[in-house]
């Protein structure tokens, strides 16, 4: 079993930056390709962006990259999502989750391929 806790969303405004943090708990955290969704309001839930489990490759969404960026650090248990040029459709609960996997190269993309969730943090931006 693999705990997630996200933290860092927040109200901003269009063009700035936040950085939302998952801890991960329970396992270990190098096993586990990591992934961010989102969910806005009215929609389904999406994938944003995904990244191995030693950290060596990453996956965005087209909506996404160029702004997003996403990191781990096995260290500390945690990945991130550094968003940058923040618009007014990244509004969204933004959640991240695991999955457990020994293949080095594989980045998680669809959301039946993750095993857990977090409860998701809220990220709101004014236009």
């Known amino acids: 079993q693999v705990q997630l806790v996200e933290s860092g969303g927040g109200l901003v405004q269009a063009g700035d930056s936040l950085r939302v943090s998952c801890v991960a708990s329970?396992?270990?955290?190098?096993?586990?390709?990591m992934g961010w969704f989102r969910q806005a309001p009215g929609k389904e839930r999406e994938f944003v962006a995904g990244i191995t489990r030693l950290g060596d490759s990453t996956y965005y969404a087209d909506s996404v990259k160029g702004r997003f960026t996403i990191s781990r650090d096995n260290a500390k248990n945690t990945v991130y999502l550094q968003m940058n040029s923040l618009k007014a459709e990244d509004t969204a609960i933004y959640y991240c989750?695991?999955?457990?996997?020994?293949?080095?190269?594989?980045?998680?993309?669809?959301?039946?391929?993750?095993?857990?969730w977090g409860q998701g943090t809220q990220v709101t931006v004014s236009a």
């Open positions: 989750a695991a999955r457990m996997t020994y293949r080095s190269g594989y980045v998680p993309r669809r959301e039946e391929e993750y095993d857990y």
């Open positions: 329970g396992r270990t955290f190098s096993n586990y390709g």
